[in-house]
């Protein structure tokens, strides 16, 4: 994740008026043969890359795995740390030990808490055969920078993490993946993936009371069902027909995760990032038990009398007759027809379709607010090497402009979500620190 979640930050602060706390480190119980063994530093290099570790812990134009990325809060920035094996600056003293404690408790060998930024929640389903690996690859293979790690932004007494220990006890759990015998040995894969490394539920899974994920492990349907976070709203990834993976199959997630677009769809935002530093990295065996992991979910509604999508071409018609003149579509006419075309359904593998596309129908609209706001560009693959890109348009439009925009395209073409409003825009607008159009 690139920034923390505002209402994780702001649950630290609430959660950590109500006790006073120690800074014991938590015990940890770790197999034999890990802590003697000398552990898989390429293999450890597959793994961080499965993590996608590379996207918070490199500043733009700095040394690889140094730390300095600004991770936002109410009160004040945070920076992602050196985790190069510098013994200064980085974890080139820490024990394999230290390494698995920050790994699964998010507690540094001094005892320092870390925010929930820091994945760690699902890092714990992590075997330690796993860890040891990705321990060999970050202190032998990763090359030591002296990159003093800088000091969170936030103002004293604010800044205190001893307040995690007691988030930790109320929603972290620290237990190993278990495979589920009534599951295949690709679904199992599949789910260790998801629900650990690749830990997909830290932005697709919605929060809780304490701003906790809601399910860390699937026995919900809530899990994976699509969120709100930063300005996006990760989709539903769970078999909802329309606003979820429903009408996909296991080769269009594959390719959507080995090139970042399919057929009729694309990624856009934060996991533009995932693909191009992660999940296009990964075997194909993996991919497959991702995608057959996904597709095993079931839908988070079971109100098929009310689906997000019914194709109907009364939208063309009435761009093709001259009758659509309202707000919006005018917009859509005059500054996306071009590439999504006038049927909305795009061209294959270049502009995705706007016609029954997850983004577009997603419960909250934040994702295509931001993406008509910022524009996108589509990470450039080994498969797909070209970087096709969206121009912005918060310069040409204003925030109900935008607003009309967003929601002609999630009326049109048969989809059926819900409007937004110029407030929804201008929340999106500030939490992109995007300036309002003069």
């Known amino acids: 994740m690139r920034k923390l979640s505002v209402a994780i930050a702001a649950a630290v602060v609430v959660v950590g008026g109500l006790w006073a706390g120690s800074m014991t480190k938590p015990a940890l119980t770790i197999d034999a043969q890990a802590m003697t063994a000398p552990g898989n530093a390429a293999h450890g290099e597959y793994l961080a890359r499965a993590g996608d570790c590379m996207a918070c812990h490199t500043a733009k134009g700095g040394a690889p795995f140094a730390g300095g990325v600004p991770l936002a809060t109410p009160l004040g920035a945070v920076y992602s740390t050196n985790i190069t094996p510098d013994k200064s600056h980085g974890i080139g003293n820490w024990s394999f030990e230290d390494f698995a404690l920050a790994m699964r408790e998010g507690v540094t060998p001094d005892g320092r808490r870390l925010y929930p930024a820091m994945p760690y929640t699902a890092y714990a389903k992590v075997s330690d055969g796993d860890l040891r690996d990705l321990y060999a690859y970050f202190t032998t293979r990763v090359n030591a920078a002296p990159v003093a790690n800088e000091p969170a ?129 990964l075997g194909d065996a993996d991919l497959h038990a991702i995608a057959v992991y996904l597709k095993s979910l079931t839908p988070l509604s079971d109100d098929a009398a009310a689906p997000a999508y019914k194709a109907d071409d009364g939208t063309l018609t009435s761009i093709m007759t001259g009758h659509a003149n309202d707000i919006g579509a005018r917009i859509y006419i005059d500054s996306c027809a071009a590439c999504h075309r006038q049927n909305g359904e795009g061209a294959a593998r270049v502009f995705p379709s706007l016609a029954n596309n997850p983004s577009v129908l997603a419960a909250h609209p934040d994702s295509l607010i931001a993406v008509i706001l910022a524009g996108s560009r589509l990470p450039s693959t080994a498969s797909a090497p070209a970087p096709l890109a969206m121009p912005p348009f918060a310069w040409r439009y204003d925030d109900d402009e935008i607003a009309q925009l967003a929601t002609f395209v999630r009326s049109a073409w048969g989809n059926d979500a819900g409007a937004v409003s110029a407030a929804d825009v201008k929340r999106v607008r500030a939490q992109l620190g995007i300036e309002a159009k003069r």
């Open 153 to 281: 932004d936030i103002p004293w007494p604010l800044n205190a993490r001893w307040p995690l220990a007691y988030w930790n006890r109320l929603f972290h759990d620290d237990s190993r993946f278990k495979p589920d015998d009534a599951h295949s040995v690709e679904w199992n894969r599949g789910a260790y993936l998801v629900q650990g490394l690749a830990h997909c539920g830290t932005c697709h899974t919605p929060r809780g009371v304490g701003f906790q994920e809601v399910d860390l492990d699937g026995t919900s349907a809530r899990y994976l069902s699509g969120a709100r976070i930063d300005g996006s709203s990760p989709v539903n990834l769970r078999g909802d027909k329309g606003t979820g993976l429903g009408e996909w199959n296991e080769a269009d997630i594959i390719a959507l995760l080995k090139t970042g677009r399919t057929a009729h769809s694309a990624v856009t935002g934060p996991m533009g990032e995932v693909v191009e530093h992660s999940t296009q990295y």
